[in-house]
């Protein structure tokens, strides 16, 4: 296998886009997972591919206030052990951020001239408030390995009115040859697949206002947009899932609808060639936005991770666990085990803190339960050294903070950052799921 460094990679990307670089930390290489026989359309070869979500922050202001809040997001190859993969996808993805920063220059430019202008209204028209313009990006790892690299981009805007907007879209691609997948690569036939996502539309929002007149529109709407092959759609572990923007289907109050479909449910769906699943998997979650899933020894649940006034709510198989009090910038990842094992691993920014903490729970029972960490960690790559300075410091009220985090794709090789309370230092380990489900440490580094 041939040896990576994860942050070195990470940091060479972003400084040749001229934006800011983490901490250089030499990392151990990235193991293989090493898994077991399992169920069906489960396949061993699949291995995992490490990669890394950086995230930049732009705030325009002036004395007046804030004009305009952005970020883009960029995804990092930091590689696999097959080196035609690594150039193929590597190219892939390189393309795929230099598409995203034009997308965000061009965009960045609009919005601001004209948030210049609204405000500039506002103030001759007496007004006191103006609200910021926005458009916040970031993306969702849904797989990543030898197969296939799918990407779920999320975002958000504001440019005046009453309310915002949001939506995501999905990007797939092969990973030995770095082709971005179309509908006909992956499925075998679009109306069979239309109908397949019309009847689990049905069985999953029985009462959404598309449901209304025996759910024509509804259908109408997924016949037309297979047809065309507009379907916003990502290729998860053991199956795919498509996604309805808000006022597609429903009301802008009812959000963002999603159908899965599952290869042990409509096999004949799919192409032989992704009708396959990895023994363990991890695969990152958008919070709020519900997803089916299944499992190496069978089973299946539908997970979906949330904030309340209260703080993050864990949702699995319809039982809730509220924990966390008040938790933002929620980034959740399922884990499933070759043995059947399956966790949550939860960051967020907790009340009164700056880096986000991972919190860890078992999905392997009929409810979910928080499973103890005797340390804090977080899967935040770019944790200053001396992280507690950093959070007595400007760093704390700075939005143009940029994220960089280290995506789980193997649970039995991982990378997140330790955060010692008692030295005010932080570290790198290199970490596998435990017994337990808490990461286990392998190997601990200091960062320098």
């Not at 005010?424 to 392998?442: F, H, M, N, Q, T």
Request: proline content about 4%; glycine content about 8%.
């Amino acid at each position: 296998m041939q040896k990576m460094n994860l942050v070195s990679a990470v940091g060479a990307a972003l400084l040749a886009w001229g934006v800011w670089m983490p901490s250089q930390v030499s990392l151990p290489p990235v193991a293989s997972s090493v898994l077991c026989e399992a169920a069906s359309y489960r396949d061993a070869s699949i291995r995992p591919i490490q990669l890394t979500v950086c995230t930049h922050k732009a705030v325009n202001a002036d004395k007046e206030g804030v004009l305009l809040r952005t970020s883009m997001t960029r995804v990092i190859l930091v590689g696999s052990d097959i080196h035609e993969i690594d150039e193929a996808l590597g190219g892939a993805l390189r393309k795929y951020n230099e598409e995203a920063t034009l997308r965000w220059q061009s965009s960045h430019k609009k919005l601001l001239e004209q948030a210049k202008a609204c405000r500039a209204e506002r103030a001759a028209s007496s007004a006191s408030f103006f609200p910021c313009y926005e458009n916040i990006n970031d993306v969702f790892v849904r797989r990543a390995d030898t197969l296939a690299v799918s990407l779920l981009e999320s975002e958000r805007s504001y440019e005046s009115g009453v309310s915002g907007m949001y939506g995501v879209v999905g990007r797939n691609f092969d990973a030995t040859t770095g082709r971005e997948l179309t509908l006909d690569d992956v499925f075998t036939d679009r109306s069979e697949l239309a109908g397949a996502i019309e009847a689990q539309l049905r069985r999953d929002y029985p009462s959404a206002s598309f449901m209304e007149n025996g759910g024509i529109g509804m259908m109408e709407i997924v016949d037309r947009m297979a047809k065309d092959g507009t379907l916003i759609w990502t290729l998860d572990p053991c199956g795919a899932t498509f996604y309805f923007n808000p006022n597609l289907l429903g009301s802008y109050a009812e959000g963002i609808f999603a159908a899965t479909i599952l290869f042990d449910e409509q096999p004949g769906l799919f192409a032989g060639k992704y009708r396959r699943a990895p023994k363990s998997y991890c695969m990152e979650l958008r919070p709020r936005l519900s997803v089916r899933t299944t499992f190496a020894d069978g089973s299946g649940t539908s997970v979906n991770v949330t904030t309340t006034d209260g703080g993050a709510r864990v949702i699995a198989g319809g039982v809730a666990l509220d924990d966390r009090g008040e938790a933002s910038e929620l980034r959740p990842v399922l884990v499933s085990l070759a043995d059947g094992r399956r966790y949550l691993y939860v960051d967020a920014i907790d009340a009164g803190d700056v880096w986000e903490t991972t919190c860890v729970y078992d999905l392997s029972g009929n409810v979910p339960v928080r499973v103890p960490m005797n340390r804090r960690m977080t899967r935040r790559g770019d944790v200053d050294e001396d992280f507690t300075e950093a959070e007595r410091g400007p760093i704390r009220i700075d939005e143009k903070r940029d994220k960089v985090f280290y995506i789980m794709t193997d649970p039995d090789n991982f990378f997140m950052s330790l955060l010692d309370e008692e030295t005010g230092k932080a570290g790198l380990a290199e970490c596998r799921v435990g017994a337990d489900g808490a990461p286990e440490i392998i190997e601990v580094q200091s960062v320098d």
